[in-house]
């Protein structure tokens, strides 16, 4: 399958446990590796700094990376940018979110949820987000 020239959309919020990794990681991997993007796009922006969560963000570059996928992370809080360059991912997990791009997720297509990964574009007409 070519590679999807939109970016794929990841919202992850929260208070991310160890549990939640493999709950919330698996079908976002399974969905980046079937739709190929060029660019996985990570708001973090609600996401609690803590391990479980660093977690999630490298398995997350992980399978973009295998998709031959670059990763861009927005609206991380400075404890988690700290957390990302204290283990050795800030090159992999570059921040976007203080670039004069802005944030990756500005003027873009929305409606991705904690445990979804949309291929599309656009949201759906009657998405609520």
């Given at each position: 399958?070519d590679?999807d020239s939109?970016?794929?959309?990841i919202?992850?919020t929260?208070?991310?446990?160890?549990?939640d990794v493999?709950?919330?990681?698996?079908?976002?991997s399974e969905?980046?590796a079937?739709?190929?993007?060029?660019?996985?796009a990570?708001?973090?922006?609600?996401?609690?700094?803590?391990?479980?969560a660093l977690?999630a963000?490298a398995?997350?570059?992980?399978?973009a990376r295998?998709?031959g996928?670059?990763v861009?992370?927005g609206?991380?809080?400075p404890?988690?940018?700290?957390?990302?360059r204290?283990a050795?991912l800030h090159?992999?997990?570059?921040?976007?979110?203080?670039?004069?791009?802005?944030?990756?997720?500005?003027?873009k297509?929305r409606?991705v949820?904690?445990?979804?990964?949309?291929c599309?574009?656009?949201?759906?007409?009657?998405?609520?987000t």
């Amino acid at each position: 399958m070519d590679a999807d020239s939109s970016p794929a959309q990841i919202v992850l919020t929260g208070n991310m446990t160890r549990a939640d990794v493999g709950t919330v990681v698996a079908p976002i991997s399974e969905r980046v590796a079937r739709c190929r993007p060029r660019v996985v796009a990570i708001d973090a922006g609600a996401l609690r700094a803590n391990v479980a969560a660093l977690d999630a963000l490298a398995r997350v570059a992980l399978a973009a990376r295998r998709a031959g996928a670059d990763v861009a992370l927005g609206s991380a809080s400075p404890g988690l940018l700290w957390l990302v360059r204290l283990a050795g991912l800030h090159q992999v997990l570059r921040d976007d979110s203080s670039g004069t791009s802005g944030s990756p997720m500005r003027g873009k297509i929305r409606s991705v949820a904690r445990k979804n990964v949309n291929c599309a574009t656009r949201p759906p007409a009657n998405s609520s987000t």
